[in-house]
């Protein structure tokens, strides 16, 4: 069964890091989006973390990861205009 779990977090990453492209209004490939998303998961785990806000199940993790990949991207997108 961990070999799904893998799995999940792959999906979860590209879905998260898609939404978050598309939210920002970005132009990425899939491997950035994955990238993106699993970065975005750790940053936004994190954040729910410091703010107290506790998710459960696959959409509080992909809300998550979602909210995570907005922020790196907008963090991002700050450095790439300088």
């Known amino acids: ?3 799904i779990n ?3 977090v792959i999906v979860v990453g590209i879905l998260a890091g ?5 939210i920002m209004n970005r132009n990425h490939g899939i491997l950035v989006n994955l990238i ?3 970065i975005g998961a750790i ?7 410091v703010l107290g806000i506790a998710y459960t199940g696959l959409i509080g993790s992909l809300i998550a990861a ?3 990949a907005v922020v790196l991207l907008f963090v991002l ?6």
Do not use: Q, T, Y
């Open 1 to 3: 069964m961990e070999g």
């Open 6 to 8: 893998w799995i999940l």
């Open 18 to 22: 898609w939404i978050a492209e598309r």
């Open 36 to 38: 993106v998303g699993i």
């Open 43 to 49: 940053i936004g785990n994190w954040l729910a973390g």
């Open 66 to 68: 979602v909210a995570g």
């Open 77 to 82: 997108g700050l450095f790439k205009r300088r």
